[in-house]
């Protein structure tokens, strides 16, 4: 499978042994990529060219593995980019000396800003003849893009773009032009840069693929070295198994690329291991509908609830001064840094959240008992009633400053709830049973009144007992309970999987209601009657993560009061867009318009009375669009419930969420069909 692909440098003649990695060479993959669907292909051709990069230039492997990526570093890093339409058209337009309203015009027609930057290629005055672009100086490029701030900063992005454009597709002679409309407009190198800047590849190239496919060149370029041609098949899936291992644990591609350079494969699982200041994708629960559901589940098997606390979720990384260990110092903030150790607090998208959580990070060292050196906890702050001594609800939390926050100003305290222990003086332990790391969390660490306290729990496993904890957490403000295997490899730590081996049951599920859905706000309409001069309601999205497209999922009027109606308008007024971006699956009905579009920026959490086929809609079309009558799933009378701050567009439900969710309805005999009544204002 791994040579399915031709060898790429037949292509590039000049790319030889040592040169820097032509940045035509690694459009050229892309846009192979881009124009199928199988991800067998995917992977070899991925592999291939990775393949290539490490036996000419391995030095550029890790800029390469980024672009690839379609982000520029690790999450906890906080560089992204993510750059406005305005700005692109900007540059394109000063780039290409086209006015700013024949890019409006274009981009209205053709709608992919790429494509417009493409087309606009020909036109460039070239007074001299650029570089070709490398992979190196692209990445380096998009960097100094997405780091600079300050005054004058939007000034220098657009600096920073035309330095790009104009050196990109030079290969390209005098005033030829790409045609857009063939192939997706083909290997552009302008259409890829508009592309990363944007955010978004659209290449169809998901996370995972890429970790095989690199974990695949790592091997056959190791067993190249051994003088063997080609690897067996259980030399590849072994690679693949330690490489999804150690990225699990280690989701940060600066770290594990050096590693694999300069150890091979083979020894990457000694190199790279859980390490205090890389946060691991959290492990995520499955809903289920009820108690009897879990019951069923865990027959035969011991199992706890746990207390499901409505807060944030927190990882806490901590190394002591006087432990022999490192901390991941490119991410050490200053307010982690005590008389006691270093530290820093990530949540569940590995953001950095040292400058909301400065108190946490200030008390943190009373909490840790003597011997204990170094740990990665998971656990949710909770927003805490000092005179009642107990939980306060989630809106409380979300009134707390995200930013540059002082520990001693803060007014909304919280306490940090602990559920899990994943690494403990030096060792990872995400591969013991659950069992044995909560008595490790509990030997660990010393619980302090409203600071610091172990998740509640009861051990029982008869459906009352758990009735009874149910309701208990219920009247302590929690959300309902956590339900976690106690043994076994089952019970092992389990890094950004949604397991079944953790089941939530909110209380919410129990009336029939269903889990909520966090959903992106792609269109909004303008109000009416009181609403006019705000949003009255707006068009929401689920994610597909194959094609990296958001489905439209429903209209939504409901839930909203008046003075977030107000804020709302405030905050996605400056994201309105032109057009919908081409990763928007809508309808392209008449009637089904929203007023204007956004830029996909921001998440809501949503409920629904249930779920319905629908004419309109798109959301899991690849599953339920393809009987002419409908074109998807949608909501029905789904109601506002809260902005979900802490997740980003891509974080949103996903389509394959959404379809299990319509089926789990489904077989539950409650499938309605026909029109859909999903427009509730
Ligand atoms: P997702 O499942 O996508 O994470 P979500 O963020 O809305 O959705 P829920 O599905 O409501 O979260 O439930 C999982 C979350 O519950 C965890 O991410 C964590 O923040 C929180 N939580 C609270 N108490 C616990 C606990 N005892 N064990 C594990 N998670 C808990």
């Given amino acids: 499978q791994t040579t399915l692909a031709p060898p790429v440098s037949a292509a590039y003649p000049d790319w030889k042994a040592g040169d ?46 980024l672009l690839m990526t379609g982000k520029l570093a690790a999450d906890y890093s906080g560089i992204e980019l993510g750059i406005g339409e305005s700005l692109i058209m900007k540059a394109i337009g000063e ?253 569940r998208n590995s953001e950095d959240l040292s400058k909301k959580y400065p108190d946490i990070l200030a008390k943190l060292p009373t909490w840790v008992k003597e011997g204990t050196k170094s740990f990665v906890l998971d656990c949710e702050t909770v927003a805490w009633d000092v005179e009642k001594k107990s939980v306060l609800p989630f809106q409380q939390l979300m009134t707390r400053k995200r930013k540059d926050v002082k520990a001693e100003d803060v007014k909304v305290k919280v306490c940090v709830f602990a559920f899990d222990l994943l690494y403990l003086n030096g060792e990872a332990i995400v591969a013991k049973p659950f069992r044995e790391r909560r008595e490790l969390l509990h030997s660990a660490f010393e619980p302090v009144e409203g600071e610091f306290a172990f998740a509640q729990h009861g051990d029982g496993k008869e459906i009352e007992e758990i009735q009874v904890l149910l309701e208990e957490s219920i009247k302590a403000s929690c959300e309902g309970l956590m339900v976690k295997m106690l043994d076994g490899v089952e019970s092992h730590y389990e890094p950004s999987r949604r397991s079944q081996n953790w089941l939530k049951v909110k209380k919410d599920y129990l009336a029939g209601a269903g889990d909520s859905l966090d959903l992106v706000v792609l269109g909004a309409y303008y109000g009416k009657g009181k609403r006019t001069s705000v949003f009255g309601a707006f068009q929401l999205a689920c994610f597909n993560e194959r094609s990296q497209k958001y489905e439209t999922v429903c209209n939504i009027g409901t839930g909203f009061s008046e003075v977030l109606l107000e804020e709302l308008h405030e905050t996605l007024s400056p994201h309105v867009i032109d057009k919908p971006k081409p990763f928007y699956d809508h309808s392209s009905g008449k009637n089904d318009q929203p007023d204007v579009w956004f830029e996909a920026k921001f998440v809501w959490e949503v409920k629904t009375a249930d779920l319905t086929l629908s004419p309109r809609y798109r959301a899991a079309n690849e599953e339920f669009g393809s009987d002419g009558t409908h074109k998807g799933v949608s909501l029905r009378f789904p109601r506002f419930i809260r902005v979900r701050e802490d997740k980003k567009a891509d974080d949103a439900t996903t389509s394959v969420q959404v379809a299990e969710m319509y089926r789990a309805q489904a077989q539950q005999g409650k499938e309605k069909k026909g029109p859909a009544a999903d427009d509730d204002f």
């Fill in 20 to 65: 820097p990695v032509p940045y035509a060479a690694l459009c050229a993959t892309f846009s192979r990529i881009e124009l199928t669907t199988k991800r067998l292909q995917i992977l070899a051709m991925c592999s291939a060219f990775l393949q290539q990069v490490l036996r000419l230039t391995p030095a550029d492997l890790l800029p390469t593995v």
């Fill in 95 to 347: 780039t290409t000396g086209r006015s700013a309203k024949v890019i409006k015009d274009d981009q209205q027609k053709i709608g992919d800003l790429g494509l417009v930057a493409a087309k606009s290629r020909g036109n460039q005055p070239t007074m001299f003849k650029p570089k070709p672009l490398t992979v190196r100086g692209v990445h380096e490029g998009l960097m100094k893009i997405a780091i600079v701030e300050g005054q004058g900063a939007q000034g220098r992005k657009v600096d920073g773009i035309k330095k790009l454009l104009s050196a990109a597709d030079v290969n390209l002679a005098k005033g030829q032009q790409v045609d857009i409309n063939k192939d997706k407009g083909g290997p552009s190198e302008s259409k890829f840069i508009i592309r990363a800047l944007e955010g978004k590849m659209r290449l169809g190239l998901a996370d995972k693929t890429l970790q095989v496919a690199l974990a695949q060149a790592m091997v056959c370029h190791d067993v190249a070295k051994d003088g063997k041609k080609v690897p067996s098949e259980t030399e590849l899936k072994k690679g693949e198994e330690v490489f999804k291992t150690v990225y699990s644990e280690l989701p940060a591609y600066e770290v594990i690329v050096p590693a694999l350079l300069k150890g091979g494969i083979w020894k990457l699982r000694e190199e790279c291991r859980l390490q205090p200041g890389v946060p691991l994708k959290p492990m995520l629960a499955k809903p289920t509908k009820s108690i009897g559901e879990v019951l069923d589940r865990f027959e035969g098997k011991d199992f706890t609830c746990e207390y499901k606390y409505d807060g944030e979720r927190a990882q806490i990384h901590f190394v002591s001064h006087d432990s022999k260990q490192d901390f991941a110092t490119t991410v050490a903030p200053k307010e982690g840094k005590s008389e006691a150790g270093i530290s820093n607090i990530f949540s």
